[in-house]
């Protein structure tokens, strides 16, 4: 529906990615006789963040996302965070990135059901990036690139209407249609139920620009008030809070967006007792995707942004675990109900054979019903030639 | 004065879309349809009065030639005709029109979409049946498709397009009192808060312009020449049509208005909106002071659900339906 939902999908997802990630970065046991390693780790882990940063707001990505556009397949947008998930040299077990990818949707599902305006979401959008630019303030080369996305999104966003807000909020909601995961830092804050949905209170300040529920005016034909009724609205309302700042800087006033994770509050999920549902929304999904070419475009450009890092040890010490335990996370990857399987699409951003002949398959699952072998088709050819500038 | 009756399951869950639920109520089979729209599909349920038989149905949206397609549908509403009653889809790509069960597309018309995505949205939303024969639809330029529509078969043309407004259409609305003496009768709404009436014919004709000093009205009715209009703002204001003379102005939810509905016999008004709640109002017209009063009626929240599409399900407004943002079901409530 609206083609300016993609940026900030990506930017709030990428946002709430970054939060868990430090989190989980942060509580990583830190052996206490050994306060050089220790330092070590506090070291790798800004490198870790930086490095994911700095993809994230690659130049020529961005030039990519903020392209007018239809809303990326669940797959592809599932394999970009893959791929982001990985521009440093931490390394996730396909379950831990499951996870952290149903935390990141749900938290983000939450804030765009959750905004008092449509417009709002922009404010939430800001506060993923204050948080962002807190994260690398100590790096100018970095600091800059954030800036210039602020930049842009002030452009393009700020002076959208109302009615363009809540399309894009609309269609961000269809991208989150019948996604009930649930999530222990959500079900002890009460503000999602034990059946996955989240809670929507009838209570607290009415959104700017809107009115405490209850009075009625009548009107003469002259314009002049001649009866007034107060009605019983039900709920608990008081005035609006003030408007956020849209800038730059400024005070957000909206809390959602915000970094709800401590070390102290790890984060679990739980995948039974969704509905059948959940299945029948992937079929909606696997339609034939004529605007493929758009996606593999970003997954180029996002690939041509990244250095292929090496783990400098076989030691795993690099290796996140979103689970609180190897054992655990072992068995949530073999006990993940089929229907939540990602799908996600596998690339090596290596220059070798494979990584052709894996774009040459990608691309082969992007093909419309009829269409000629990939090699011959001008859709796939620029693409390749950008693998073999790499 | 309502109570919950037994919901009625839906194959998929409803969308965030404006004005999400239609009825269609076909007395003579004791039957009612119900369309709720679910991404690029739209879920057809027929409901007998007995309560005993339920049988679905599912629409895609079409392009033309290809199968299937995941163009998204904005909105889906039957237009009744004296004649016919056809179901009207409006999608991304375009609008189709089905026989009233949904079993046979009788018509398509595409919507110029360019070639690569331009930063405006092109879509078709806004769905009204006007007079004996015309279908209005809306489109996200702003334009107001006129269709003529032939009492039976397929032969239906583009006879008119209205371009008054310049954001895009959000909801439309034809006279529903029955009343022939009205002037007044389509009313469209767009996302400034525009509302345009129109007197129908060969050509349609507009009566009057009424501003939306820039508050998005995302549902509309028209009711005894009286526009019941819904704000983002969770307003809902009353207004005449044909002078645009504002009757009536209600501070009636906390969240952006999704639909509104009135039963043509007795004024009842039903607005639901994102914040749960559901409020039945009642309109009244004082022909000594020739002015329209509401009065609040009744509150039903639906717990932890933005609503997305609320309708009476008959003229009297007996009963009312509901649908929700994520909820597989059509939830009902009965007067009590």
């Known amino acids: 529906m609206s083609s300016r939902t993609l940026p900030l999908l990506f930017i709030n997802l990428g946002g709430e990615m970054l939060y868990i990630l430090d989190q989980r970065l942060r509580a990583q046991n830190i052996p206490a006789d050994k306060a050089k390693k220790a330092d070590w780790l506090e070291e790798d882990r800004k490198r870790v963040m930086n490095d994911i940063i700095t993809t994230m707001f690659n130049k020529k990505f961005l030039e990519e996302l903020f392209k007018p556009q239809e809303l990326y397949s669940k797959k592809a947008l599932r394999t970009v965070f893959d791929r982001l998930a990985h521009a440093s040299i931490m390394r996730l077990n396909q379950a831990s990135m499951d996870k952290l990818y149903d935390l990141m949707t749900m938290a983000f599902k939450y804030q765009v059901l959750l905004c008092p305006r449509p417009k709002d979401i922009l404010l939430v959008s800001f506060n993923h990036m204050d948080a962002i630019k807190d994260f690398v303030r100590d790096t100018p080369s970095i600091l800059s690139q954030v800036d210039e996305t602020y930049r842009q999104l002030i452009e393009i966003y700020t002076p959208l209407s109302a009615g363009e807000f809540q399309l894009i909020r609309q269609t961000l909601l269809i991208f989150f249609q019948d996604m009930h995961i649930r999530v222990s830092i959500f079900l002890k804050d009460k503000v999602q139920n034990s059946n996955g949905r989240f809670v929507l209170p009838t209570s607290g300040p009415v959104p700017c620009g809107t009115q405490i529920p209850g009075l009625i005016r009548m009107f003469s034909c002259t314009g002049e008030e001649v009866k007034r009724a107060q009605f019983r609205n039900g709920g608990n309302y008081t005035s609006a809070l003030r408007e956020g700042s849209f800038e730059m800087f400024g005070e957000r006033v909206i809390k959602l967006g915000t970094n709800m994770y401590s070390v102290s509050r790890p984060v679990e999920t739980h995948m039974s007792g969704t509905s059948k549902n959940s299945a029948q929304h992937t079929k909606v999904n696997t339609a034939p995707n004529p605007l493929a070419k758009e996606e593999l475009n970003l997954l180029a450009k996002l690939m041509g942004g990244l250095e292929v890092q090496r783990p400098s040890n076989t030691d795993s010490g690099f290796r996140v675990n979103l689970f609180a335990t190897d054992e655990e996370e072992e068995e949530a990857l073999i006990s993940r109900p089929e229907e939540f399987s990602y799908e996600v699409i596998n690339i090596q951003a290596t220059k070798d054979k494979q990584a052709s002949a894996e774009l040459q398959k990608i691309m082969g699952e992007f093909q419309e019903a009829g269409e000629p072998a990939p090699s011959s088709s001008s859709k796939g050819d620029d693409l390749l030639a950008m693998m073999d500038g790499l | ?336």
């Open chain 2, 1 to 336: 004065m309502y109570h919950k009756e037994k919901s009625i399951q839906i194959k998929s869950s409803a969308s965030a879309l404006y004005n999400n639920l239609s009825v269609l109520r076909i007395a003579p089979r004791c039957l009612t349809y119900f369309t709720v729209v679910h991404a690029n599909v739209v879920n057809m349920v027929s409901a007998s009065w007995d309560g005993l038989n339920y049988s679905h149905r599912q629409l895609q949206s079409k392009e033309g030639n290809v199968a299937t397609s995941s163009s998204l549908i904005m909105q889906a509403a039957w237009c009744v005709l004296p004649s016919r009653d056809l179901l009207v889809l409006t999608s991304q790509k375009g609008i189709q029109m089905y026989e009233s069960d949904g079993s046979i597309m009788v018509y398509w018309h595409a919507l110029d979409t360019p070639e690569t995505p331009t930063a405006q949205a092109v879509f078709a939303r806004g769905i009204a049946a006007v007079r004996e024969k015309y279908i209005c639809v809306g489109t996200s330029t702003g334009s107001v498709l006129v269709f003529d529509v032939p009492a039976k078969g397929s032969n239906i043309t583009l006879s008119e397009v209205l371009e008054e407004h310049k954001e895009p259409i959000t909801d439309m609305a034809s006279e529903c009192s029955g009343s022939l003496e009205c002037i007044a009768d389509l009313v469209s709404a767009d996302d400034s808060g525009l509302l345009c009436v129109w007197k129908s014919g060969e050509d349609f004709q507009l009566l009057n312009k009424i501003p939306g000093f820039d508050v998005s009205c995302s549902s509309v009715k028209l009711w005894k020449g009286t526009v019941a209009a819904g704000y983002g703002t969770g307003q809902i204001r009353l207004y005449e049509g044909v002078t645009g003379i504002l009757y009536a102005e209600v501070n009636a939810h906390a969240r952006w208005i999704y639909s509104l509905d009135i039963a043509p016999f007795t004024g009842l008004l039903l607005s639901a909106a994102e914040d749960s709640l559901v409020r039945v109002w009642h309109l009244s017209l004082t022909p000594e002071t020739n002015s329209v009063e509401i009065e609040h009626m009744y509150n039903e929240c639906v717990t932890d659900t933005q609503i997305c599409g609320a309708k009476f399900c008959d003229g009297d407004g007996y009963a009312f339906a509901v649908t929700g943002y994520d909820l597989s079901e059509i939830i009902r409530y009965t007067q009590a």
